[in-house]
């Protein structure tokens, strides 16, 4: 079935904005709360034009989840004026990377995202960039996960002064309940301004896909880390942050599988990957905010390095949450599996215990994840979760500790192939800042991420290597 995306006027008042679109008529929208952004003072002190400009961005990053209902053409709408080849190209190509695994479980092979009725002559000069005053001042995002601790502690031990940003998101359950849980997490650092986001979305938990059959896709998919660096940008407008970290590491670049029919690697976190950063950043400073820079605080290392790190702050650690099913933790979904078993595999049982009520291994419904999770059946589940061979380590660490389980019981040492030393040689080090990272940032952390590595070479070696 052919169809239209099309863009709606963005709404806004002092602390909301309200962004409207639709795919034929069928209409969504998503809406944006700050505690600390008043919007008609940022149209005051950057101008109309460029605000205007800055809310059609937060628009096309929240409509491209609309897209998984398979529309033809791209209408801008009253933003026609705004098209640019820059902008289109970025939009198509998040929309080709993120949606990868959207149309493998879809089977559709050929669609890439709609096409813009803009005519190319229509092009106009964008009203930016803008340059925020030159005093570097750091926003830190935090999920309230493992990332977001170590990413905090790291800043704190550099002596590196940081505000944070939190937000809920209505697919998670109450706002409150999510702020309460990240308010914990944070009683443990020394940030020192938190900057609040409430997002409520009608789009992803819509029955669209059952109630229009005749659009011929099973779910709605959208890029909720994408979506995050534009939510960011009115907290980075009004408190003028030149830097805007995420804690991401390396281990989101590891694909999921090789799509057969096409060839191409499938990530669930190309959102999250070195090359999105770079992609992100690249076009933020040139069109918008010159001397803004997003980065991933944790580029240089790979989940197994962050996971040691988090031994230097254990007592926080059972404040952190991050399954995206039931906060703070299902203990059934491969999210809360993947964490569960690095857990108990690097930090001390009373920690994990804590957290967790249950060995997830004694769970007979999370089999068929941790097979997928150990590379021993189908491909790497869909969630948020770092490599495969993380995993298979976690996994041989837990069993030496004598941890195993229902879900678990026909899966011995020896179904898992790996060698250590080249395992070690990979994941256990700190890579040079090749993301967007700022290098003099980089050169206080990297000290810590070289005790990380090297706690996460001996850990393993000590237990593993015969």
Known sequence: MSGKLVFEEVSRSRHQLVLNYRVDDIV???????????FYELETRFGPAFMRQIYFHLLAF????????????LDLGPYQDLYSDRFFELWRTIFQNVWGVWRHDNDITDYFGPQSTTPQPAQQPLAGPVTLPAEEKLLNLCG????????????????????VMVYSHNIYGPAQRQHHLIDGMLQHTTALNR????????????P??????????????????????????????????????????????EH?????????????????????????????????????????????VYDIVVFNLLSRDAAAVPSTHSCAQQKPWCGRCPKCIYVWMHLVAYLDEAVVEQMFDKNLFDLPENRTFVRKMLGLEGYKPCDCMGTVSETQVAYLLCRAKGKTGQAVADIGPGDISLDITAFLRKYARVDPPYGAIPLELYEKIRPQFLAGAERAWNYVRERLQT
């Not at 929240?62 to 053409?73: F, I, R, T």
């Not at 534009?230 to 390396?250: C, D, E, F, R, S």
Request: without cysteine; glycine residues 4%; hydrophobic residues 40%.
């Open 256 to 300: 999921n599988l090789i799509w057969d029919k096409t060839g191409e690697e499938i990530n669930y976190l190309w959102g999250m990957s070195t090359a999105a950063e770079k992609l992100l950043a690249d076009y933020i400073q040139t069109n918008l905010v010159s001397n803004l820079n997003y980065f991933h605080l944790l580029r240089p």
């Open 208 to 253: 669209a896909a059952q109630l229009y059959p005749e659009y011929g896709i099973k779910h709605l998919l959208a890029a909720e880390t994408v979506s995050s660096y534009w939510t960011a940008l009115p907290i980075a407008l009004q408190h003028n942050y030149t830097q805007v970290a995420l804690g991401i590491t390396k281990s989101t670049d």
């Open 144 to 163: 309230g996960g493992k990332d977001s601790l170590v990413s905090a502690k790291l800043l704190e031990r550099a002596a590196i002064p940081y505000d």
């Open 28 to 38: 969504f929208s998503t809406a944006y709360w700050y505690d600390t952004v008043n």
């Open 62 to 73: 929240e409509a491209n989840k609309a897209a998984s209902l398979k529309p033809e053409v």
């Open 195 to 206: 900057h609040r986001a409430w997002v409520y979305d009608t789009a992803l938990d819509s």
